[in-house]
């Protein structure tokens, strides 16, 4: 019996001691954090002060590493060169950025030109006509900025020389900018002559390099896509590469963004890619926008940024004649005010 008690006793003691010592070593670190956060916490590099500073004792340095995160967080002491950061993690974005060589004029978009097949399964490049144009251009650049991604803006002469601010937050956004025309006349009218078209051409990339105070892509679209094979001719000895599209999102007939957000994805889920006709003109475009690109994203679409190699190398006579036709804005009057405002009556 009294052996037994002392056999009792001593087992209470012997556990006490165990659970105390246990305690004693454990309880710090188990404190601090749990074993996944461990395993985060080793993956990242130590600021080199906190690496180099000798440990008081045998825990410390792990201790250290799991109670600190400020200085964790801190930037390295030599950073890399970041690309432009995105603040939407599940963004678009662009998957492939391809350059053009537009010598010789080569065309794009299998409705007309079906040579340079170079879109992958699942990639498209999307396109934007007859901008700038208040509210309705900044719309569309904003919903592309939303997803990280980029675009190709076909311009119109004329609505370069009216918004030119607009059209120079299109290229600062790093999209690509070409033309379409100086006035969106049908180049394949018959009314129209040799001369006129050239100038419709010419006008129109000195306009919006007038605008953008820069020379822009040599891309260019057809108004209407109504090719001119003069024109082609033309626009080839020019280096400027034509282009068509594989889908029209009709946007400027649809009654609604629902619409064309419907449009360009039956179309592009048949077809499996392709370059997709839009107009930042219109007020639906935009906002049809933001929808359609988060679509495309669910749908597994990849963007491709379309540049060119090299930029349009205008015509003095036509850079001339812009200067001109700016000159020809209503001239403010130079009179003084008092030949212009007299007080007849107090
Ligand atoms: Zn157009």
């Known amino acids: 019996m009294r052996n037994a008690l002392g056999l009792m006793l001593a087992s209470l003691v012997s556990a006490v001691v165990i659970a105390g010592v246990w305690f004693w070593n454990s309880s710090p670190r188990a404190d601090a954090a749990a074993p996944q956060t461990i395993a985060a916490r080793k993956a990242e590099p130590l600021p080199p002060q906190a690496a180099a500073k000798p440990a008081a004792k045998d825990d410390v340095q792990v201790t250290a590493s799991l109670t600190r995160p400020a200085p964790l967080a801190a930037p390295p002491v030599a950073p890399l060169p970041q690309k432009a950061s995105c603040a939407n993690p599940n963004a678009l974005g662009v998957a492939r950025t391809v350059t053009i060589d537009t010598s010789g004029g080569p065309g794009f978009g299998f409705e007309h030109f079906k040579q340079l097949d170079f879109l992958t399964d699942k990639e498209v490049v999307l396109t934007f006509d007859d901008g700038p144009w208040p509210h309705n251009t900044p719309a569309v650049l904003k919903a592309l900025a939303d997803q990280c991604t980029k675009g190709l803006f076909f311009a119109v002469g004329k609505h370069a020389t009216y918004h030119p601010e607009i059209l120079k937050q299109v290229l600062a956004a790093g999209h690509t900018v070409g033309t379409h025309t100086w006035s969106h006349v049908n180049l394949n009218s018959k009314k129209m002559t040799e001369q006129q ?109 379309m540049k060119a190699k090299t930029s349009f190398d205008t015509l003095p006579e036509y850079d001339a004649m812009m200067v001109k036709d700016t000159s020809r804005l209503p001239q403010v009057s130079s009179r003084p005010v008092s030949s212009v405002v007299q007080t007849v009556a107090d």
């Open 197 to 305: 078209v050239r100038d419709e051409l010419e006008k129109g990339f000195s306009a919006v390099k007038s605008a953008l105070g820069q020379p822009p892509a040599p891309f260019f679209r057809f108004p209407q896509l109504q090719h001119n094979p003069g024109a082609m001719a033309y626009l080839g000895t020019r280096n400027v590469a034509m282009f068509s599209t594989d889908l029209d999102s009709f946007d400027f007939r649809s009654s609604n963004a629902e619409q064309i957000v419907n449009t360009v994805m039956t179309k592009v889920d048949k077809l499996g890619k392709g370059i997709i006709l839009m107009h930042d003109f219109q007020k639906l475009t935009g906002e049809a926008l933001p929808t359609l690109l988060a679509r495309l994203k669910a749908g597994g679409y990849k963007v491709v940024h």
